[in-house]
């Protein structure tokens, strides 16, 4: 499923989401004598960060990173609300469907996707409702049975006052599990989060609080015993260094609870500090780095400690210096769930080059890698996805679209490698 991320820092500098960051953004531009008056000009990147928002998942891994999301131009506009719906088709080949070292099964996938994102800002007011919805259906021509759908539908309201700022919404995610992807079989499960922020900001302080609970439940009785929920809440200080500088001190509590007793339980305080930097529009950048302390009720004899400290750490960088090229790059180190162990030890970095060829050919080439080190005595692994992709606007609402993605998991474990190929062409209509 294609998640769009963008790191943005607005000018009062709120805090970042814990997500995956994508492709940077160049300016664009249409000529809106063109355009009707239910048809205007849109702001790409003020759409694609609205997208990160709602579609965020909870999840986190390394998706696509080469792969290239046709940009916006225009939208509908009724009224005080804004529409922009998304129509995507392709054909895909896959070299291994199920990710396994042996037997491994190609075939080709017809992917139809479409989505649709509104907007509704209350005028001079500041406030805004917002609502979307993502629809990715896989069908395998070699057999029905291989075939499933993906959906995201999620929705906030955000209120804005003077030096107040409030958000609530909901998501909700109908997903294949992205974890156990090794299994010959689709895992299907379901996540419903629900989230907020409420926050205090001027020109020159912020004082914000940020809380999420992701609720994940499996469709198959074999794999409930990873049914569970999962919060986090945090408050966070900053404060303006220079002009272009903020730094920020963070302050959180994690827990993880499962409903069968057949993993622990966790509880777990988060400290950490910060810098976030933007000198717009050439660069934006931040670093976080902190501790993770969790405690586990040790029910289950998986690991041989019931307590855990780790380092905590977030890099991220955006760095567009010339309007054909932009290079993002982004480094977690933090722990996760596990569905063998009390956590695992994630290290992920993802490197992306987007490029201009000309006003109509927008290309991306990424690479990701990261390697996981389960708390148990299960196995280390390293996965690694390297990618490039090319968006063609050939007429004025449709982009014809071409992107190849290589994915690798190397470990010792014994049937636990594979790789696989995906190479797909298709179009997309945007507005």
């Given at each position: ?8 820092l607005?000018?009062?500098a ?7 960051q ?6 664009t ?11 205007t000009a ?7 960060t ?15 990173p080469?792969?290239v ?7 509908f506009r009724?009224g005080p609300?804004?529409?922009l719906?998304?129509?995507d088709?392709?054909?895909?080949y896959d070299s ?9 099964q190609d075939d ?8 649709l994102?509104?907007d509704?800002q209350m005028?001079s ?6 609502a979307?919805?993502?629809m ?6 070699g ?5 499933f759908?993906?959906?995201?539908a ?6 804005n006052f003077?030096?107040?700022r409030a ?5 909700y995610?109908d997903?294949?599990?992205p974890?156990?992807?090794v299994f010959?079989q ?6 419903n989060?629900?989230y ?9 302080t912020?004082v ?10 499996y ?6 015993q990873?049914?569970?929920?999962e919060?986090?809440a ?5 404060w303006?260094?220079q002009?272009e ?9 994690v827990?993880r ?7 622990n339980?966790?509880?777990g ?7 976030r930097w ?5 660069v934006?950048a931040?670093?976080r ?7 586990f009720?040790?029910?289950?004899a ?5 307590s855990?400290?780790n380092?905590?750490?977030e890099?991220?960088?955006i760095w567009?210096?010339?309007r054909r090229?932009?290079v993002d ?7 996760e ?9 994630l290290?992920r ?10 006003g109509?050919i ?8 990261e390697r996981v080190n389960p708390s148990?005595?299960a196995?280390?692994?390293?996965r ?5 992709g ?9 982009d014809v679209?071409?992107n190849?993605r290589l994915?690798i ?10 790789t696989?190929?995906q190479?797909s062409?298709?179009f997309?209509?945007r507005l």
């Amino acid at each position: 499923m294609s998640v769009f991320l963008v790191l943005a820092l607005p000018a009062l500098a709120p805090a970042q989401s814990d997500a995956t960051q994508q492709t940077p953004l160049p300016p664009t531009t249409t000529d809106a004598s063109t355009l009707s008056e239910s048809l205007t000009a849109s702001d790409a990147m003020e759409w694609e960060t609205l997208a990160d928002t709602l579609f965020i998942s909870g999840e986190r891994g390394v998706a696509d990173p080469g792969r290239v999301e046709p940009l916006p131009r225009q939208m509908f506009r009724l009224g005080p609300v804004s529409l922009l719906p998304k129509w995507d088709e392709e054909v895909m080949y896959d070299s291994n469907v199920f990710l396994t070292d042996d037997d491994e099964q190609d075939d080709f996938i017809l992917r139809s996707r479409v989505a649709l994102l509104a907007d509704w800002q209350m005028a001079s007011s500041g406030h805004r409702i917002s609502a979307g919805y993502d629809m990715l259906r896989n069908w395998f021509m070699g057999g029905e049975a291989k075939s499933f759908v993906e959906q995201l539908a999620s929705a906030q309201v955000e209120l804005n006052f003077k030096h107040v700022r409030a958000t609530v919404g909901d998501r909700y995610e109908d997903r294949t599990d992205p974890i156990l992807a090794v299994f010959t079989q689709k895992v299907e499960r379901r996540l419903n989060t629900v989230y907020g922020t409420l926050g205090w900001y001027d020109d020159s302080t912020y004082v914000e609080t940020k809380a999420q609970d992701v609720d994940t439940k499996y469709d198959d009785f074999n794999f409930e015993q990873f049914d569970r929920d999962e919060g986090y809440a945090h408050v966070e200080y900053g404060w303006r260094q220079q002009d272009e500088l903020w730094l920020f001190a963070r302050a959180g509590v994690v827990d993880r609870k499962f409903d069968e007793n057949q993993l622990n339980d966790m509880f777990g305080e988060t400290l950490s500090v910060g810098a976030r930097w933007s000198k717009s529009p050439e660069v934006d950048a931040s670093l976080r780095v902190g501790v993770k302390i969790e405690q586990f009720d040790d029910d289950v004899a998986t690991d041989g400690e019931d307590s855990a400290v780790n380092p905590d750490v977030e890099a991220r960088a955006i760095w567009w210096p010339v309007r054909r090229d932009g290079v993002d790059l982004r480094y977690v180190h933090t722990t996760e769930f596990s569905p063998v162990s009390n956590y695992e030890v994630l290290d992920r970095v993802e490197l992306g080059w987007t490029r201009l060829l000309s006003g109509r050919i927008r290309s991306r080439a990424g690479f990701g890698v990261e390697r996981v080190n389960p708390s148990s005595l299960a196995d280390t692994f390293v996965r690694y996805s390297v990618g490039a992709g090319l968006a063609w606007r050939v007429l004025e609402f449709v982009d014809v679209t071409a992107n190849w993605r290589l994915r690798i998991r190397a470990t010792s474990t014994p049937n636990g490698d594979y790789t696989d190929n995906q190479v797909s062409v298709g179009f997309a209509v945007r507005l």
